[in-house]
């Protein structure tokens, strides 16, 4: 257990099933000579803030790797949990039941961290852990800038062929960039979330929900065989290679 400054008795969550259509074991895919699942176990081993550290997993591949890198796997998840269709607060509820159990006590809050946002840095979760132990927030959430496509800029087809602005109200379609309201999506990095809020209003992203804006340069997202080839680029550039 990594000791730091939070009153927050957390628990981090690493969701890592075995099926994967868009690329074969992604999880534990080659990325600058570690598994893609490495990058993320580091970063909860090195945050300060994280208490526990888990890897939720339904593959005994997976599994191992994981605990070659230094993480608890405490359990084979269930299969009903590991399907396409099974949901993140599912999966994190499951292991926050299952540790709740083993360990004979409650945690505050639980952080997921999704193994295919592999840029994250340990301080971002300790500031996502820190700013939810020191507000009244239900979750922090890690958000980037939405940049070239933001909303003013998309339309809907009309059953007529014709374009509609998607936003209502945009008076000029072809704003410089510069003059756009500020939009963000979540990177998929960080999701902190209080037990209350996963429990009484059964979701990850509560409805006082506050955001953490990550640097756009370390905003990968590992989904499709393009997004893998970026990471590996991106990694270059780090100098992780």
């Known amino acids: 257990m990594n000791k730091g400054r939070s009153s927050l008795k957390s628990l981090a969550v690493i969701p890592a099933r075995c099926g994967s259509k868009s690329i074969a074991r992604k999880n534990i895919v080659d990325l600058g000579g570690k598994p893609l699942i490495a990058y993320t176990i580091e970063a909860a081993r090195e945050a300060q ?21 230094g993480a608890d796997v405490p359990f084979i998840r269930p299969s ?60 922090v959430v890690s958000v980037v800038d939405v940049g070239a496509s933001h909303p003013y800029r998309m339309y809907s087809i009309c059953q007529n062929g014709v374009l509609a602005p998607f936003v209502d109200g945009v008076d000029d379609p072809m704003m410089p960039r510069q003059k756009l309201p500020q939009v963000y999506i979540r990177s998929g990095d960080i999701y902190a979330t209080r037990r209350s809020c996963l429990l009484e209003q059964k979701s990850l992203i509560g409805r006082r929900s506050g955001g953490l804006i990550i640097d756009p340069e370390y905003a990968v997202n590992i989904d499709e065989p393009m997004d893998l080839e970026v990471a590996r680029l991106k990694l270059r550039e780090l100098g992780g290679v």
Not at 83 to 104: C, I, P, Q, W, Y
Not at 108 to 113: E, P, R
């Open 80 to 139: 009903q949990l590991a399907t396409d269709s099974a949901d993140s607060l599912s999966v994190v509820r499951h292991a926050l039941n299952f540790m709740e159990e083993k360990r004979g006590s409650m945690y505050d809050a639980v952080v997921l961290l999704q193994p295919t946002t592999p840029f994250r840095k340990p301080s971002l979760i300790d500031r996502a852990l820190r700013l939810l132990s020191e507000s009244k927030l239900d979750s």
């Open 49 to 69: 803030l994280v208490g526990d550290f888990i890897v939720s997993t339904d593959c005994e591949e997976i599994a191992a790797v994981a605990k070659a890198f």
